[in-house]
């Protein structure tokens, strides 16, 4: 009981309710749903389903019954394995150090190490491993635990300048390296890095890993492979699939070793990186967020060792995008506290079904690999599936149903795409890359014409400029008019190689006929919006919207622009 002052300054007993009696009527998921299609005013729920590239269906609302139907009650046991097979301890940092030369890169790795990193790990280098550089980075490595990633099989030589044989080390490759007087280097990689930059899928990710991993059993028994073993994966920018990745090849992990009758293997070890398949020449500060994203759901997933790429790798990395990117996973680290939390994602309903979808679908296409002969049998099936992803990764993103924001879409018209090239890897920005340096080297001169009030016309103005901006094109915007004779005059006597008329849909009917007659032979004239007109068949070069393939649309302005001007 407790007294209130009531109006008038009376005072009145109330009775408090204990809020351990209190509870709350427990919405269920059709609940939501008939709420939710209240809301969507006549749109379809299904509206709020999206399919990724890996064809599995994210739904707006899990729930704990429907997690638990998925996978028939086992959720424990799901989320058990994961942290069973999960290595003690925080991720390690394994910042990349490169260099013009052998100094420059002992110089920048050991100033990485006093600064936070842990693992020294070789990135691309522009000199030769001779001798004397093998020999000072044997010393570095004799300190310090390690990643190489071999992509010249001259740094091997380093094994024998490395005088500490009990150091802890992970050798990236994709054939396995016989190391016998390195116990606890780990040489037996599921690196599927080459795979992701061709396209492939989470799915695709994880079966190539355990098709690998199988590759290594002939010949040797689990127990030889597994104290070896490790998988590299790189995360792009689907946040919540990429923590999934990894925490579904955990399970998938313990699953295959039970194929080879072993019921409790030791944890598998995961090392990371972000991906540059999002990456982009333009605006390259958004590399940053890119990869800060990446690198949390990398922690978040479970990662034994991650490696942030510098924002701008793919030009040239200097100290200052190194240190930032190493900063980038010291801060998850060291201020996050996601590291104090065992699978910090673990029994969110969203991504344990998530993960449990990914570890379904991946070991069928694992088994589906193994009845085709197995890894190497079946690389021509597995190309071909890792080409028609890619092809749909490109098609979403000429589509801007993939934003890459800076290039495909938001993008300042006024930068160039740097000449320099550093690192060089299958990119989703590298077409609109190219389509600015196309227009760079032969411009095109564009204009829109303004129909209409301002207000009524702003949208697709902007809608009209953004696109053109994808390829580097600033436009002249002529102020809105709704006199048709002026708007005549002003197509009639344009400079313009290019002219694309925003008007609304009203107007745009209004004005077109009369403006389709005087329009100038060798002017390539657009409209923005989708009309089922005959406009084309009378002089109309065709239509901007949303959804159109903005890239195919350039180019083939572009070729037009240049038969005309022969």
């Known amino acids: 009981m407790e007294d209130r002052i009531i109006e008038g300054g009376k005072r009145q007993r109330v009775h408090m309710t204990n809020m351990r009696e209190v ?18 005013k006549g749109k379809p729920f299904e509206s709020l389903l999206t399919k990724t590239i890996e064809g599995i269906t994210l739904e707006p609302l899990y729930t704990r019954e429907s997690l638990f139907e998925k996978i028939d009650g086992k959720l424990e046991e799901q989320i058990s394995t994961i942290r069973t097979m999960k290595v003690e301890g925080a991720f390690g940092v394994a910042q990349a150090a490169y260099g013009e030369n052998i100094e420059a890169f002992i110089a920048q790795a050991k100033d990485a190490l006093q600064r936070g990193n842990q693992y ?46 009990e150091q802890v080390g992970y050798v990236q490759s994709t054939q396995p390296i016989d190391l016998p007087d390195f116990p606890n280097v780990r040489t037996f990689n599921a690196n599927v890095l080459s795979a992701h930059y061709e396209g492939a899928t989470s799915i695709q990710e994880l079966a190539i890993a355990l098709a690998q991993a199988a590759e290594f059993m002939k010949g040797a028994s689990f127990e030889e492979v597994e104290k070896k073993f490790f998988a590299s994966f790189a995360l792009d920018t689907h ?63 479970g990662a034994d ?19 930032i990117a190493r900063n980038v996973a010291l801060v998850i680290k060291e201020e996050s506290q996601v590291t104090k939390v065992i699978d910090p994602s673990g029994g969110s309903y969203f991504i344990e079904t998530l993960t449990h979808d990914l570890v379904k679908e991946a070991w069928a296409y694992f088994l589906k690999i193994e009845e085709a002969g197995g890894y190497e049998a079946a690389s021509e099936m597995i190309e071909a599936d890792l080409q028609a992803s890619w092809s749909e990764r490109i098609e979403k993103v000429k589509k801007r149903k993939t934003v890459l924001v800076g290039t495909n879409n938001y993008a300042d018209a006024t930068e160039e795409v740097p000449a320099e090239t550093f690192v060089e890897v299958n990119r989703l920005a590298q077409p609109f890359e190219e389509l600015r340096v196309t227009f760079k080297e032969h411009p095109m001169k564009a204009q829109i014409l303004t129909y209409g009030e301002l207000k009524t016309t702003k949208p697709r103005t902007d809608f009209v400029k953004g696109v053109l901006a994808t390829a580097g094109i600033v436009p002249e915007v002529t102020e809105p ?75 083939t302005v572009h070729a037009s622009m240049k038969e005309v001007q022969r």
Do not use: C
């Not at 044997?138 to 380093?158: C, K, M, T, W």
């Open 239 to 301: 946040f919540f699939m990429a923590i999934a990745k990894i925490r579904a090849f955990r399970v998938l992990w313990k699953a295959f070793a039970k194929a080879y009758g072993v019921e409790t293997p030791q944890p598998v070890h995961i090392a990371t990186e972000t991906s540059l398949r999002s990456f982009s020449k333009l605006d390259v500060y958004v590399n940053l967020l890119r990869a800060g994203n990446e690198a949390f759901s990398a922690v978040i997933g």
């Open 305 to 323: 060792l991650l490696t942030v790429h510098p924002h701008n790798i793919l030009t040239a990395p200097t100290n200052q995008s190194v240190r």
């Open 23 to 40: 509870t709350f009527e427990q919405a269920t998921y059709a609940d939501w749903k008939k709420a939710a299609e209240g809301a969507l």
């Open 120 to 165: 020294v790990t070789v990135g691309k280098v522009a000199f030769e491993w001779t001798e004397d550089a093998l020999k000072q980075l044997g010393a570095l490595l004799s300190a310090h635990p390690f990643r190489l990633n071999i992509e010249d099989e001259a740094v091997l030589g380093v094994f024998e300048f490395i005088t500490n044989k």
């Open 481 to 555: 008019t709704a006199d048709l004779t002026e708007i005549v005059h002003m197509l009639t006597t344009t400079t313009a190689d290019y002219v694309v008329l925003s008007a609304t849909d009203e107007d745009t009917k209004a004005v077109m006929e009369a403006l389709l007659a005087a329009k100038p032979e060798h002017v390539i004239f657009d409209v923005a919006g989708k009309f089922d007109a005959n406009w084309t068949e009378k002089g109309l070069n065709g239509y901007i919207f949303a959804g159109l393939n903005i890239y195919e649309k350039l180019t």
